[in-house]
């Protein structure tokens, strides 16, 4: 809560994935309510709710397929009922646009529909969520994009997902500059490889290729994407906006040793 008595919301999408989760724990314990977007697993979406609830902090959970325009329709509706239900004392202060479908097919294989569904999901549901949901975000609201280090370096193995990354920097610059008037902040954390859970972080061969991206070594913990997310949110962020936050651990700095053509290929 504020100083002034509102309430703060943050909708966050891809609330479900390993990253989305715990930006969701973190922006609630830094004291904004949740909109959390999920698309097909309701079940850890209503985990989340009560974990987060138990915790004190006000949760919902709308579903969405962020790939159509019906998806981005129906969160930014939630939202907005959410804001209208309370009688003018909740502000949608933070938007994060987290979900992705990550890797992505190499520059051989893309199809056109292949290409079509990545940029639905990955840079045009981010766009029109901002362009919308900053219609009605006060001056001192913030958005965070989460793009991939993928967009800085050659990858062509997952080279439509890198294409779509690199659309969501673009995003994050030219936003900044369009809502700067109105007091709202952009900004996008750039994560490495991140133990989001899936079964490739258990498997040896694809850790130690993940690891030999970052010049720290290792991969990241959804912690660190999460802390960059909150940073950003926050009024100690107030001077920053238009930029593009490193969490990847250096995986863009450097020559680096032969690649494998995609991380799915050692799966
Ligand atoms: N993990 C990494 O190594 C890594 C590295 C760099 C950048 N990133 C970025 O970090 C962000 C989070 O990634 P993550 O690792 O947490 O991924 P994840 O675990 O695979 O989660 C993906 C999330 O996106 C949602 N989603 C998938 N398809 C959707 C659709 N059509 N409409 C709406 N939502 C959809 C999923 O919802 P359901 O589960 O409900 O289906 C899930 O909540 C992404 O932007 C990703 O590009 C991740």
């Given at each position: 809560m504020k100083h002034d008595g509102t309430r703060q919301l943050a909708v966050i999408t891809g609330a479900t994935g390993g990253i989305g989760k715990e930006i969701c724990r973190r922006v609630a314990m830094s004291g904004f309510d949740i909109l959390a977007q999920y698309h097909s697993d309701r079940a850890a979406a209503e985990a989340l709710q009560r974990e987060v609830e138990d915790n004190q902090h006000l949760c919902r959970i709308v579903q969405a397929d962020l790939a159509s325009e019906a998806g981005v329709a129906s969160v930014c509706s939630a939202a907005e009922a959410m804001r209208a239900d309370s009688s003018g004392t909740l502000e949608i202060r933070a938007l994060v646009n987290n979900a992705a479908r990550l890797l992505g097919p190499s520059f051989d294989e893309a199809t056109v529909a292949d290409f079509d569904a990545y940029m639905a999901l990955n840079a045009r549901a981010p766009f029109f969520l901002s362009q919308r949901l900053s219609r009605n975000m006060p001056p001192g609201a913030s958005i965070v994009h989460i793009s991939s280090?993928?967009?800085?370096?050659?990858?062509p193995g997952d080279i439509v997902y890198a294409v779509s990354k690199a659309a969501v920097e673009a995003l994050t610059k030219n936003s900044a500059e369009a809502l700067a008037a109105r007091g709202i902040r952009v900004n996008a954390v750039v994560p490495g490889f991140?133990?989001?859970?899936?079964?490739?972080?258990?498997i040896p061969e694809a850790v130690r290729y993940m690891s030999s991206f970052a010049v720290l070594g290792g991969v990241a913990s959804p912690t660190h994407v999460a802390d960059a997310v909150v940073f950003l949110l926050?009024?100690?962020?107030?001077?920053?906006?238009g930029s593009i936050l490193d969490?990847?651990?250096?995986?863009?700095?450097g020559a680096r040793g032969p690649r494998a053509h995609s991380v799915r290929d050692l799966l």
């Open positions: 280090a993928s967009a800085h370096f050659s990858s991140t133990n989001n859970g899936h079964s490739a972080f258990t926050s009024d100690t962020a107030a001077r920053t906006t969490v990847s651990g250096g995986s863009m700095l």
